[in-house]
Structures are given as structure tokens and as C-alpha cells.
């Protein structure tokens, strides 16, 4: 398997061409200028590095350090190979269901100005929304569980908040058996799609008017304060139609997680969507999805470039992958463990359980080991020797060094 190429141009490069100007423009969050400045240094000297040297033919290289930050294009690599291999562990054989929840539009300058409210509610609300028809004896009856993650962008980057929800087909019943949905069908849906879009819109207008009654929201610059204008965009909001959004099964757990590895650590925009980085703009590719997701070339002044990229930095700490239910830290040893018994799945069969520890120094192992036996230049096996560089004392190297012998450690 060829690696894949590298891309021609990087969000650290707008960020290090259109940063000045941007910050410039004040009223940056403290958070955000944290993110740019971490993956402006990404993989540079400023972060340190390691030094790859062939004592056959001397040939030297340099591989300098990651942000690690978990809004970089260029990170992240090893934290989804590690929560894809531990959710390998936990799937069930059975169907798994595909559940998108939206926010509409109108909520967008809220979320601006109360991003961690706001998305809280979300999860809490798609949450409530399963948990409601998972309970209807004429659904499932019983308990179910759901894996969510938070994506804010839209392919334009623009703010576009949902929560994908991958839901186990079933759930646990009180006695502990496993509960089969009772009315979806090979090609249906886990629950009724217009009757959850009902409930997940009551659910999070109740939360979000009565936290905005008691003064507790920061007020966008725009939102209509005075009456009749809130009353009437209130009321406009229960009227409104909510997207949520629901997808044929899976067709099994290995589709499971090739989903998961594509959607858990997604990051608004990756490097290999930028097309060309000007003086001025910021070139990138993008789905149309009104025009059957025909890629098109969005092109954005580099300034509005990074003011869109950072509505999509969450606040410090907050937790954009959730676990609930049966899928839950707290439930799901017990839970996982009736499942499989219920299912007569057979503990033998599944694979062993591995601390993250053991996963990581394997994958490590996997990742690095041609680059740590073989030289790129000469072929040689096992002459690669390493010595550490500093934060900011990395210089790149020339493409042939003196004899290793020669370096200085």
C-alpha cells in the first residue's frame, strides 16, 4: 500500500500568511489563538524533532514533532487508530443504524456566542430523542445505546451543527435479553424519522428558551431582544421543521468501522481539499450537495478563511465524542457482556481485550517499523540511528550528510 501523497498546500501555510491580519481584527478568543499558533508550529522546529541518520551512505533526515492539537489537519492519526481498535472490541453482531441530528440555521449566531451550551443541548437532546423510542414497547422496548460525535461545518466551512449517532439495531430488556427493533425493517430506519425530528426539536427549544428566560445567554449582536420580534422568532422556531436524518443500516460491523475512521477525528477541513494559497484567497474543493455533491472551488478571502475555520475550534475541554446507554463507561462491561449472551455469541470468538497502552506501543510498532529498519535512500536494513533535536534548534538538513561518525550527538 503506496502512502498517500502529501498535499501541495496546508492550513499552517494560510494561517501563517493570513494570521497577522486576522488577529489584527481583536476580539479573538484566547482558545482559538492557542489552536492556530499550535498547528501554525505543527511539524516545524519550533516544536522540536528527531534526527534519521544512515550510517551506510550517511544520508540524513529530519522528522520533527506533532501539536497533537485535535483541531489539525495533520494530527490525530494515532488517537483514531487507537478508538477505532478499542470500539473493534465492542461490536455486536448485529445492524447498526445511522442517525444525523441538525440544528437549524437560525441557531447558528447562538452558537457563536454560547458554543458549549449549545452543543451540550444537542447531544442531550438527540440523546433524550433515542432514549424516548428505544422505551416504546412498540418499538424496541428496551435499552438502547449510542456512539455521537459533533461535526459545526458544513463543505463551504461554514457553521452547521449536527451529531452523527451510530445506534446499535436492539437494546437490553429489564430481565437482561437481547431486544430486537420490532417494526424496521432490511432497508427501514431504527424509529419513525418525522415523529424523532418532533420530539428532538421540543426537547431543545424547552431547554434553550427556559435557559434564555432566566438571562443566563450571551445575546447575539442580531438576535431580535425586544417584543414582539423574540416572540415572533420563538414561535417561528417551534413552527420550523427539524432536519434529522436517518440512513439505511449497515451492512455490517467491519462497514461500522470504516464509518467510524472516517467521521470520529474528522477535522473541519483537511490539507488535500486546498487547491491554491494566493496573496489574497484561499482556494479549496467542496461537495455541493444541492447539486448531487458535484465538487466545485470555493474561493475565500484568507482572512474570512481563518475566521470561518475557527468557528469550528470547541471550547477547551469539551467533549465532541460521547458514549450513552448501554454504550456508556459506566454500563457497558456489564451490558456488552448480557448482549453477547444473549446473542450466544461465544467469548472465545472475540478478539482479546488490550489495554491502550499495549495498543499503542503496537500500532507504533506497526507504523514505524519500516521507517526505523530500511533507508529511504540506500535500502539498507537496521542502520537508522536517531538523536533528538531541541524546540527551535532543528535545522532541515541537506539531502547527503558527512558519515554518521562525524555527527555530533
Given at each position: 500500500m503506496n502512502p498517500p501523497k502529501r498535499p501541495f498546500h496546508e492550513v499552517a501555510e494560510a494561517i501563517k500568511r493570513f494570521g497577522p491580519a486576522f488577529r489584527a481584527r481583536g476580539n479573538v478568543p484566547v482558545h482559538h489563538l492557542r489552536t492556530l499558533?499550535?498547528?501554525?508550529?505543527?511539524?516545524?522546529?519550533?516544536?522540536?524533532?528527531?534526527?534519521?541518520?544512515?550510517?551506510?551512505?550517511?544520508?540524513?533526515?529530519?522528522?520533527?514533532?506533532?501539536c497533537r492539537n485535535r483541531h489539525c489537519p495533520k494530527c490525530g492519526g494515532l488517537e483514531r487508530e487507537l478508538w477505532i481498535q478499542a470500539r473493534c472490541q465492542e461490536l455486536l453482531p448485529i445492524r447498526y443504524y445511522h442517525v444525523v441530528f441538525t440544528l437549524p440555521a437560525q441557531f447558528?449566531?447562538?452558537?457563536?456566542?454560547?458554543?458549549?451550551?449549545?452543543?451540550?443541548?444537542?447531544?442531550?437532546?438527540?440523546?433524550?430523542?433515542?432514549?424516548?423510542?428505544?422505551k416504546d414497547n412498540r418499538l424496541l422496548g428496551a435499552k438502547t445505546g449510542a456512539t455521537?460525535?459533533?461535526h459545526t461545518w458544513g463543505q463551504n466551512l461554514s457553521l452547521h451543527p449536527h451529531v452523527h449517532c451510530i445506534v446499535p439495531g436492539g437494546g437490553l430488556t429489564a430481565q437482561g435479553r437481547w431486544q430486537q427493533p420490532k417494526k424496521a425493517g432490511k432497508r427501514g430506519f431504527l424509529f419513525p424519522v418525522r415523529a424523532m425530528s418532533q420530539v428532538f426539536k421540543a426537547f431543545y427549544l424547552k431547554h434553550?428558551?427556559?435557559?434564555?428566560?432566566?438571562?443566563l445567554l450571551t445575546i447575539p449582536p442580531d438576535a431580535p431582544t425586544g417584543y414582539p420580534?423574540?416572540?415572533?422568532?420563538r414561535q417561528a422556531r417551534w413552527s420550523q421543521d427539524w432536519v434529522v436524518y436517518a440512513k439505511?443500516?449497515?451492512?455490517?460491523p467491519q462497514t461500522v468501522i470504516e464509518y467510524l475512521g472516517r467521521y470520529t477525528h474528522k477535522?473541519?477541513?483537511?490539507?488535500?481539499?486546498?487547491?491554491?494559497?494566493?496573496?489574497?484567497?484561499?482556494?479549496?474543493?467542496?461537495?455541493?450537495?444541492?447539486?448531487?455533491?458535484?465538487?466545485?472551488?470555493?474561493?475565500?478571502?484568507?482572512?474570512?478563511f481563518l475566521r470561518r475555520f475557527c468557528l469550528h475550534i470547541l471550547p477547551p475541554g469539551f467533549r465532541r465524542l460521547r458514549h450513552y446507554g448501554i454504550l456508556a463507561n459506566f454500563h457497558k462491561a456489564h451490558a456488552l457482556q448480557a448482549a453477547r449472551s444473549s446473542l450466544g455469541v461465544s467469548e472465545e470468538l472475540m478478539p482479546p481485550k488490550l489495554d491502550k497502552a499495549t495498543l499503542k506501543a503496537g500500532l507504533l510498532a506497526r507504523w514505524f517499523d519500516h521507517r526505523t529498519t530500511f533507508c529511504p535512500h540506500c535500502g539498507a536494513h537496521n542502520t537508522i540511528v536517531r538523536m533528538l533535536l531541541a524546540p527551535n534548534s532543528a535545522r532541515a538538513p541537506p539531502i547527503r550528510s558527512a558519515p554518521v561518525s562525524n555527527i555530533t550527538h
Amino acid at each position: 500500500m503506496n502512502p498517500p501523497k502529501r498535499p501541495f498546500h496546508e492550513v499552517a501555510e494560510a494561517i501563517k500568511r493570513f494570521g497577522p491580519a486576522f488577529r489584527a481584527r481583536g476580539n479573538v478568543p484566547v482558545h482559538h489563538l492557542r489552536t492556530l499558533s499550535a498547528l501554525e508550529r505543527c511539524r516545524t522546529a519550533a516544536l522540536g524533532g528527531h534526527l534519521d541518520a544512515c550510517t551506510a551512505c550517511g544520508v540524513v533526515s529530519i522528522s520533527y514533532n506533532s501539536c497533537r492539537n485535535r483541531h489539525c489537519p495533520k494530527c490525530g492519526g494515532l488517537e483514531r487508530e487507537l478508538w477505532i481498535q478499542a470500539r473493534c472490541q465492542e461490536l455486536l453482531p448485529i445492524r447498526y443504524y445511522h442517525v444525523v441530528f441538525t440544528l437549524p440555521a437560525q441557531f447558528n449566531d447562538w452558537c457563536m456566542h454560547n458554543d458549549a451550551f449549545c452543543y451540550d443541548l444537542l447531544f442531550k437532546a438527540a440523546w433524550h430523542t433515542l432514549r424516548t423510542f428505544a422505551k416504546d414497547n412498540r418499538l424496541l422496548g428496551a435499552k438502547t445505546g449510542a456512539t455521537m460525535v459533533l461535526h459545526t461545518w458544513g463543505q463551504n466551512l461554514s457553521l452547521h451543527p449536527h451529531v452523527h449517532c451510530i445506534v446499535p439495531g436492539g437494546g437490553l430488556t429489564a430481565q437482561g435479553r437481547w431486544q430486537q427493533p420490532k417494526k424496521a425493517g432490511k432497508r427501514g430506519f431504527l424509529f419513525p424519522v418525522r415523529a424523532m425530528s418532533q420530539v428532538f426539536k421540543a426537547f431543545y427549544l424547552k431547554h434553550f428558551m427556559a435557559v434564555w428566560n432566566k438571562g443566563l445567554l450571551t445575546i447575539p449582536p442580531d438576535a431580535p431582544t425586544g417584543y414582539p420580534e423574540a416572540a415572533r422568532w420563538r414561535q417561528a422556531r417551534w413552527s420550523q421543521d427539524w432536519v434529522v436524518y436517518a440512513k439505511a443500516p449497515f451492512n455490517g460491523p467491519q462497514t461500522v468501522i470504516e464509518y467510524l475512521g472516517r467521521y470520529t477525528h474528522k477535522v473541519a477541513i483537511s490539507n488535500h481539499r486546498l487547491v491554491d494559497i494566493t496573496p489574497q484567497q484561499v482556494i479549496f474543493r467542496y461537495k455541493d450537495y444541492r447539486r448531487e455533491a458535484k465538487v466545485g472551488l470555493m474561493v475565500l478571502d484568507g482572512v474570512e478563511f481563518l475566521r470561518r475555520f475557527c468557528l469550528h475550534i470547541l471550547p477547551p475541554g469539551f467533549r465532541r465524542l460521547r458514549h450513552y446507554g448501554i454504550l456508556a463507561n459506566f454500563h457497558k462491561a456489564h451490558a456488552l457482556q448480557a448482549a453477547r449472551s444473549s446473542l450466544g455469541v461465544s467469548e472465545e470468538l472475540m478478539p482479546p481485550k488490550l489495554d491502550k497502552a499495549t495498543l499503542k506501543a503496537g500500532l507504533l510498532a506497526r507504523w514505524f517499523d519500516h521507517r526505523t529498519t530500511f533507508c529511504p535512500h540506500c535500502g539498507a536494513h537496521n542502520t537508522i540511528v536517531r538523536m533528538l533535536l531541541a524546540p527551535n534548534s532543528a535545522r532541515a538538513p541537506p539531502i547527503r550528510s558527512a558519515p554518521v561518525s562525524n555527527i555530533t550527538h
